[in-house]
Every structure is written in C-alpha cells, then in structure tokens.
C-alpha cells in the first residue's frame, strides 16, 4: 500500500481555505475577498472527491462507505464530536456568565470534563475489546443516556447548582 499524497495535500488545502475563510474578522484575507477562500475550498473539495473516485488507493477508500456500520459510525461519531465542541464552548461562557467567574478559571474548571472524557473513551474501548467485537453498542448508549439525563437536569436547573454541582453534573 502506499499514501496518497495527492489527495492528502487536496484535502489539506481544501480543509485551511475552508478555515481561514470562516476565521475572518472582515471582508478581505491577504488583501483577497472572503468569497475566494470559500471558493478555492470547494475546488479543492470537489477535486479531492473526485481523487477518491478514480485513484486505485485513496487517501479514504469510498468502498468502506458501502458498510451501513462504518456509515452509522461514521454518522454518531460525527455528531458526537460537534457535541462535544459546543460543550466545550457554551459551558466556559456558561460558567463565566452564571458563577462570575475569570476566563482562565472558567477553562479550568472544564479540566474534571477533559478528563473524565478520557476516563470514558479508555474504559468504553476497554470493555469493547474484551467483548471481541459482541455488544459493542452498550458502552456509546449508555453514555449516551447519562449525558442526556446530565444536560437535561441542568436544563431543569439552571442556577440552582452551586459550581461544584454543575462540574459534577458534566
């Protein structure tokens, strides 16, 4: 096997213009228009699909894709993460809006999250490997539910939890 460099660098570059193209604070970026970050992105996006399509060895084989597991996985995993990165910006506001709190402390106080974040995937993927691949779905809903029944209280109670409370709560 070997990597594709083509379309990994398609992909790149199509990735950064897209980000660059979002991060801006006005109308121009390097003395060009927003618009034309946006669109080099989408050439560079359309030509890294059709790199997928007819190199022998793609960077990410669209065959997988037929897989309706690796979609649905594909799919969670992708909600998941947009899930976390709201939490992870909406509860430093959250915590510095509702307890006062300095931006730095408001960060801080995250760190019990990122940290039971990698508590969770390590143990999840734990006792995934040691069920050979059988009952892989338990460990994802029951996380599942816990964090639902955990944003649903402090939806219930806003300002009722005292700091400790709402960081235990996540």
């Known amino acids: 096997h070997r990597l594709d460099w083509i ?6 570059v199509a ?7 979002l991060e801006v604070r006005g109308n121009t970026i ?11 992105s989408l050439v560079f996006w359309l030509l ?8 022998a060895e793609p960077l990410i084989p669209v065959s997988i894709l037929k897989n309706p597991s690796v979609v649905r996985a ?3 995993s ?9 939490v ?15 931006p730095t402390n408001a960060g801080l106080s995250l760190a019990p999250l990122g940290l039971a974040v990698v508590a ?12 050979k691949g059988e009952h892989y779905k338990g460990a994802p809903m029951v996380g599942l539910a816990l964090g639902c029944v955990a944003y649903a209280a402090l939806a219930v109670f806003p300002q009722g939890l005292p700091l400790w409370g709402y960081i235990g709560v996540l």
Request: without cysteine; charged residues 5%.
């Open 30 to 40: 390097f003395g060009l228009p927003t618009w034309s970050f946006y669109a080099v």
């Open 15 to 21: 990735a950064v213009a897209l980000m660059m193209a």
């Open 120 to 131: 969770g995937a390590i143990t999840s993927g734990r006792m995934m490997a040691r069920g």
């Open 74 to 76: 594909t799919l969670m």
């Open 78 to 86: 992708t909600l998941a993460m947009g899930a976390l990165m709201g």
């Open 88 to 102: 992870g910006v909406y509860n430093p506001l959250y915590i510095q809006l509702v307890f006062h709190l300095n």
């Open 48 to 55: 890294f699909g059709l790199r997928l399509v007819t190199e």
């Open 7 to 12: 379309g990994a660098v398609l992909m790149t």
